[in-house]
């Protein structure tokens, strides 16, 4: 495990509702007045051990979004998060999550996404991690509510925001329905990552590179045709894999195509999704790659210092974080 905590690492796709610290889950739990014991609890948060089901896995986000109905709470959880991180040897992550999902009569978007940035620039001023916040429209909203998250990523970015990304269920609703939503982002210079490829095929992956997303979520479905594959070479697209991910949601039966993907050319970088959901870390997936594919602790390096050029960040910070990691 030791060499594995020492790479120095670039996270680029872990959502902030399912990797919030499971004590904390635990202790709002209480707080809101339920009565579980922990190991009830933990059965709410994480998913079985053999979990090949998305539903499954999307069950597990329903009392973590409740959960996370305050200032306070979100502040502390982005915090956590990330210092979790920096712990397990990440340089750079962007955490991801949906705002519309958490306001209130309290607290409305602006509250919540300024207490998540505050969040994570305590835990800056603490580290040396760095990142950002990527928020998430969700495939499942209106298009008025999905336009109002990329205004609000566009008041926030580079201060604290530094993109947004297209979640939900991708089998139902088309990727192809959100072009005018990712045109209007576009307009207004927001970078953006979209999920495509998990639980839909190449046409999602291809209308999300048509939109201009230059970063997949997922986009495992790319196995299925070796002239798809080219292409994301010759685009130069990166694919965010995560690996336990796919497995637990049935995206991936037997075998995870990540080595194909590497051994042909096609960059990308290693992520855990959903911590908490998942019972993972950065170094547990490392750790499972290594012991279970052909991929060389060189071939995660490499993915590493690739995963740069794709951050949603200034080439001062790229270039501080390639001379960190070097080759
Ligand atoms: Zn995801």
Known sequence: ??????????????????????????????????????????????????????????EKFDLPCMLLNSKERLKK???????????????????R????????????????????????????????IRGGIILCCMRDFSFDDNIKTVDLAFKYLNKGVVG???????AIYKTEDFRDVFMYASKLNIPFTIHAGEADGISSINSAIS????????????????????KLIDDNILLEICVSSNYQT???????????????????????????????????????ILDNTNITIEDIKRSNYNAIDFIFADDNEKNKLKKIIGL
């Not at 690492?9 to 872990?14: A, E, M, N």
């Not at 306001?103 to 001023?125: K, Q, T, Y």
């Open 97 to 128: 999550f949906a705002p519309l999902k958490h306001i209130n009569d309290n607290m409305d978007e602006e509250v919540v996404v300024e207490a998540v940035v505050e969040g994570m620039r305590e835990a800056f001023s603490k580290t040396k």
């Open 1 to 58: 495990m030791e060499e594995v905590i020492n790479i120095p690492k670039i996270l680029l796709h872990i959502h902030l509702d399912g990797s919030v610290d499971i004590n904390l889950l635990y202790e709002w739990l209480k707080e809101d007045g339920y009565d579980l014991s922990f190991d009830e609890a933990k059965k709410k948060f994480q998913v079985d051990k053999d979990c090949k089901s998305l539903n499954q896995y999307l």
């Open 164 to 170: 947004i990304d297209l979640a939900g269920a991708e």
């Open 211 to 230: 939109f201009g997303a230059k970063r997949i979520g997922h986009g495992i479905r790319s196995i299925d045709s070796d002239e798809f594959m080219k």
């Open 77 to 95: 959880a982005s915090r956590e998060l990330f210092l979790k991180l920096d712990r397990e040897g990440v340089l750079y992550a962007e955490v």
């Open 250 to 288: 049935g995206a991936v039966k037997e075998y995870h195509p990540i080595e194909d993907f590497i051994k042909k050319g096609i960059k990308v970088s290693i992520n855990t999704d959903n911590d908490t959901v998942s019972n993972i870390n950065i170094n547990s997936e490392y750790k499972y």
